[in-house]
């Protein structure tokens, strides 16, 4: 039995409006790729070289330590699905101190580098830069003159001083970092030829050790607002 006109042209206006729709999507999915584009492009004008490279050197390392978390938690849900209370125990007491080391709790110590800056007129915006470069190249652990710098420690101005943690830093400045030797090398040696060309700057300087030790530590702050439920 043939179809009725009227169906027979039902059928050929759906069939138009789902390929109106579908070239309508095409054409919404493009344009807002081609809008991602250019504002990529556009945020990335006018940036260096320098910081470019670490852009991308920080994306790199990002995701080598995502993987590398991943690995780490997958491996702790299997130990903790072991039923084995001692090998739990010890991989909540592991990850505790990984923890506390992370909040600069308790001292550390491991390869790295150690950074010398002897200058005057530096500001805490110049010390920001540092550590922002260290912590970009996945520095676990900083400590400068003697303090720990871990997130949310501020790093402030206070008339011609810095204060590290409301703690007075006076230069020259003493960099220690905690991490990869070649990836914290590469930035401090990157930095070293940036501060060379500075008029402020006497001298400047880093060598890699095989085993940094940073004993400052962060004064656990007591919970004042979030009380055990």
């Excluded at 504002?39 to 670490?54: C, H, K, M």
């Excluded at 060309?197 to 050790?209: F, K, P, T």
Aim: glycine residues 8%; aromatic residues 4%; charged residues 20%.
């Amino acid at each position: 039995m043939s179809l009725r006109p009227e169906s027979r042209r039902t059928r050929v206006r759906i069939r138009g409006l789902s390929v109106w729709l579908i070239a309508l999507l095409v054409a919404l999915v493009a344009t807002i790729q081609i809008r991602s584009q250019a504002e990529v492009e556009r945020s990335l004008v006018g940036v260096d070289a320098t910081s470019l490279a670490f852009l991308i050197d920080d994306l790199h390392s990002a995701n080598d330590a995502l993987a590398s978390q991943k690995t780490d938690l997958t491996n702790l849900r299997t130990t903790l699905q072991s039923g084995q209370s001692g090998a739990a125990d010890q991989a909540l007491s592991e990850e505790a101190q990984r923890l506390r080391a992370i909040d600069g709790y308790v001292g550390v110590q491991g390869p790295g580098v150690v950074m010398e800056v002897d200058a005057s007129g530096l500001t805490a915006l110049d010390l920001e830069d540092a550590l922002n470069n260290f912590m970009a190249a996945r520095a676990e652990a900083i400590d400068v003159n003697g303090h720990r710098v871990v997130t949310g420690v501020a790093v402030e101005q206070d008339g011609g001083g810095i204060k590290i943690g409301g703690a007075s830093v006076s230069l020259p400045w003493t960099i220690s970092a905690i991490g990869d030797p070649q990836k914290l090398a590469e930035v401090a040696d990157l930095m070293t030829q940036q501060l060379r060309a500075d008029r402020r700057v006497r001298s400047v300087g880093y060598r890699i050790e095989t085993e940094v030790v940073i004993s400052s530590v962060i004064s656990e702050r007591p919970f004042v607002y979030a009380v055990p439920s």
